[in-house]
């Protein structure tokens, strides 16, 4: 039977990512790792490039769906290294692709935003930038690392365009917008990203962690949690805060609930199973003596297990009713709103990673870990049926992350904390040496 062309061209790519893929399965990542002395060479000789990009975006970072500088900046470095670059897919994301021949597609990831905080590190680069978030005028700063994860990709697609002719396949490397708002990757994907690109066999993700620079984390299923966004509006009845018997005080009910709440968590909740429920902003009057007539809990909902999940979800909804009903009050608006699901990371895969990683670097310090708390939207694309592995890079100074845990220790900055400062270097070397040799050892001729 003859195909019809296009039917045909899907055919041959799908063969040839086969091939390739049993074929690097085969040499067990020896073909990359025989790679590792140039990619070192590379990482070195790029990096004052890398730092001179990383300080930039540093001092000028860019809330979720703002970057519109950082996306020009790293479009403009893309286009250099011959890739073919489409900007505001997903509103202000970036899609580079690189055709080497026939083999698999593998999708590279690296998040464009900032965080909406004050950066307190005292760093010479350290960002004074100002935005508009919800309606007011706020500091931002790249306190989550993004900044190490744009020069680390920048890095691992200028090694790759270098080493050209030791692998075959498409890179897809995608600048995604508002990681923080944990909506940019569906924003892309909505856009178009696996219709109008080719849609990625592979893909790969790095994040910074406050662990000791050098050391790689990974694990086999759940690296982060799901994620849902809880708002609730207690309506109550306005009135002078001499007499709240004249009103319906909904201060008291927003008070009751958040620590209602939390017996779902301690009393419903399999004690065994992670989750969470947090409420980290409360909107309500405006001044000591007025009873307002409504206020606004805004939270996350944290788990890893879908009926954990569901049960955060009810138990949430059930005791912002019950609060209300207590209080006399009308039924409260809730709002729950789906973030990002949890990173699964793909068993073979990352068994495969695993085994080029731990020869290159050493197992001391390339080693499974327990999945974190928090979330990430690099799951919308493992989701659309795409193989993925999720990584940390540790980012500090391993003295500081000894003293951090003696007793007494100054506590380590964490990711999102105004004093998080990573070590660029050799922070970034890391990033684009780890990231080159997965890649490679994935596209690597058979």
Not at 20 to 34: H, T, V
Not at 278 to 300: E, M, R
Not at 400 to 421: E, Q, R, T, Y
Request: charged residues 20%; glycine residues 10%.
């Amino acid at each position: 039977m003859r195909l019809p062309r296009p039917a045909l061209h899907s055919a041959l790519a799908l063969a040839a990512a086969t091939l390739w893929s049993l074929g690097a399965q085969a040499q067990d990542g020896a073909a990359a790792l025989r790679l590792q002395p140039q990619i070192s060479r590379l990482a070195d000789g790029m990096y004052p490039q890398l730092d001179a990009v990383y300080r930039d975006l540093h001092a000028h970072p860019e809330l979720g769906f703002q970057e519109v500088r950082t996306a020009a900046k790293l479009a403009a470095e893309m286009r250099a290294l011959g890739f073919d670059v489409t900007e505001q897919v997903g509103k202000t994301g970036i899609v580079a692709v690189l055709r080497n021949g026939a083999g698999p597609t593998l999708l590279v990831r690296t998040e464009l935003d900032g965080l909406p905080m004050e950066e307190k590190t005292g760093l010479p680069y350290a960002s004074r930038d100002k935005a508009m978030s919800g309606g007011r005028e706020t500091f931002v700063a790249h306190s989550c690392g993004h900044d190490i994860h744009m020069s680390s990709w920048l890095g691992t697609a200028r090694t790759l365009v270098a080493l050209k002719d030791q692998w075959r396949g498409t890179l897809l490397f995608v600048g995604q917008p508002a990681e923080e708002l944990v909506s940019g990757a569906k924003a892309m994907l909505a856009d178009g990203l696996f219709t109008r690109f080719p849609k990625p066999d592979l893909a790969l993700a790095l994040h910074t962690s406050p662990g000791p620079v050098g050391s790689i984390g990974y694990n086999v299923g759940a690296m982060t949690s799901n994620s849902d966004g809880l708002e609730i509006t207690f309506k109550g009845r306005g009135t002078h805060g001499s007499a709240p018997d004249k009103g319906i005080d909904p201060i008291a009910m927003a008070a009751h609930f958040i620590t209602d709440v939390q017996t779902v968590v301690s009393r419903e909740k399999d004690p065994m199973a992670f989750g969470v429920v947090t409420v980290g902003a409360v909107q309500a009057g405006t001044v000591g003596n007025i009873i307002p007539d409504s206020a606004k809990l805004s939270g996350t909902i944290r788990s890893y297990d879908p009926a954990v999940r569901a049960k955060l979800l009810d138990g949430v909804r059930r005791t912002a009713k019950a609060v209300a009903m207590m209080a006399g009050a009308p039924e409260p608006e809730v709002t729950l709103a789906e973030g990002g699901l949890a990173v699964v990371n793909d068993e073979k895969l990352v068994q495969r990673t695993e085994a080029v990683l731990r020869s290159a670097f050493g197992p001391a310090l390339v080693q499974r870990v327990p999945p974190i708390t928090a979330s990430e939207d690099f799951s919308a694309y493992l989701n659309a049926g795409v193989p993925g592995m999720f990584f940390f890079i540790g980012v500090s100074d391993p003295q500081v992350v000894a003293d951090a845990m003696k007793p007494g220790g100054k506590p380590l900055p964490f990711n999102h904390s105004p004093f998080f400062a990573p070590l660029p270097e050799p922070s970034i070397k890391l990033g684009v040496q780890a990231l080159s040799l997965a890649a490679l050892n994935l596209l690597a001729k058979p």
